[in-house]
C-alpha cells in the first residue's frame, strides 16, 4: 500500500509541475490589463475558521505533539498540565510569528510578481522544475 501511494504522490506532482511549466509556454489570450480583478474579499473569522479546520484534520500535527512534547515534560514532575500549556503556547507564539513573517513577505512580493508577467513565468517554471525534481524523488526513494 506504502508503494502505491508513493507512486500516485510522485506521478501527481510531475504531473503538477509539467502542468505548471508547459503553462508558460501558451499563448497568452487574455489581456491581463483589462481581466476581471481577482476578487480578495476574505473575512478574517473565515481565514482563521478554515486555518483551524485545516489544522485540526491535519493528522501531522497531532502526531508532532504526541511526539515532541512528552520529551519536555518530566515524568516525575507535579505540572503536567502547566508544562504542557507553556510549550503549547510557546509553539503557538512561534508558529505565529513565522506565519505572520511568511504572510507580509509573500503579501508584499505578490505585488510585484502580479504586475510582472515574465516573472510569473520564470517563477512558475521553477516551482514547475522543483515539483517535478521532487515526484521523481519521491518515485526513487525506497522507504
Given at each position: 500500500?506504502?508503494?502505491?501511494?508513493?507512486?500516485l504522490?510522485?506521478?501527481?506532482?510531475?504531473?503538477?509541475?509539467?502542468?505548471?511549466?508547459?503553462?508558460?509556454?501558451?499563448?497568452?489570450?487574455?489581456?491581463?490589463?483589462?481581466?476581471?480583478?481577482?476578487?480578495?474579499?476574505?473575512?478574517?473569522?473565515?481565514?482563521?475558521?478554515?486555518?483551524?479546520?485545516?489544522?485540526?484534520?491535519?493528522?501531522?500535527?497531532?502526531?508532532?505533539?504526541?511526539?515532541?512534547?512528552?520529551?519536555?515534560?518530566?515524568?516525575?514532575?507535579?505540572?503536567?498540565?502547566?508544562?504542557?500549556?507553556?510549550?503549547?503556547?510557546?509553539?503557538?507564539?512561534?508558529?505565529?510569528?513565522?506565519?505572520?513573517?511568511?504572510?507580509?513577505?509573500?503579501?508584499?512580493?505578490?505585488?510585484?510578481?502580479?504586475?510582472?508577467?515574465?516573472?510569473?513565468?520564470?517563477?512558475?517554471?521553477?516551482?514547475?522544475?522543483?515539483?517535478?525534481?521532487l515526484?521523481?524523488?519521491?518515485a526513487?526513494?525506497?522507504?
Open positions: 500500500m506504502f508503494t502505491i501511494i508513493k507512486y504522490g510522485a506521478a501527481y506532482l510531475i504531473y503538477l509541475g509539467s502542468k505548471m511549466v508547459l503553462g508558460t509556454f501558451a499563448k497568452q489570450t487574455t489581456n491581463y490589463s483589462e481581466a476581471e480583478p481577482v476578487k480578495t474579499k476574505a473575512t478574517l473569522t473565515n481565514l482563521l475558521s478554515k486555518g483551524f479546520i485545516t489544522t485540526l484534520t491535519n493528522p501531522k500535527v497531532l502526531l508532532f505533539f504526541i511526539s515532541f512534547f512528552p520529551q519536555f515534560v518530566s515524568t516525575g514532575g507535579e505540572h503536567h498540565t502547566a508544562s504542557f500549556l507553556i510549550l503549547g503556547m510557546t509553539y503557538a507564539l512561534i508558529a505565529f510569528l513565522t506565519d505572520l513573517t511568511f504572510a507580509i513577505l509573500a503579501g508584499s512580493a505578490a505585488g510585484a510578481v502580479s504586475q510582472n508577467r515574465g516573472l510569473q513565468k520564470m517563477l512558475d517554471r521553477i516551482v514547475g522544475m522543483a515539483f517535478i525534481g515526484g521523481v524523488r519521491l526513487l526513494t525506497r522507504r
